[in-house]
Nanobody, 114 residues
């Protein structure tokens, strides 16, 4: 069974930065297209950033230019550097593959105050 453990969330003011990390316990991690998902209060979970096996990245428009997703296949880790945070970035952040069909972890809470 795959385990996903997110960390690095916290409370920051608008304009601040956070770096999220995700540990993935799967032996063939390098073969997965992975992503960071966000669930804002009262909204459905959405995929905000994805990183392909070769390192190519894609972002949803709302985070483009502010967030950077990366992966370390040797360590089976994934990261999300978040700069220029806005109150609308508030939510619980999860890592998963882009299909969202691994077992979900607990997520990590990000709260941005204005």
């Amino acid at each position: 069974q795959v385990h996903l453990v997110e960390s690095g969330g916290g409370s920051v003011q608008s304009g601040g930065s956070l770096r999220l990390a995700c540990a993935v316990s799967v032996t063939n991690f390098a073969t997965y297209v992975m992503g960071w998902w966000r669930q804002a209060p009262g909204k459905q979970r959405e995929l905000v950033a994805r990183v392909f096996t070769g390192g190519y990245t894609l972002y949803t428009d709302s985070v483009k230019g502010r967030f950077t997703i990366s992966r370390d296949n040797d360590r089976r880790m994934m990261y999300l550097q978040m700069n220029g945070l806005k109150p609308e970035d508030t939510g619980i952040y999860y890592c998963n593959n882009v299909r969202g069909d691994m077992s979900w972890g607990q997520g990590t809470q990000v709260t941005v105050s204005s």
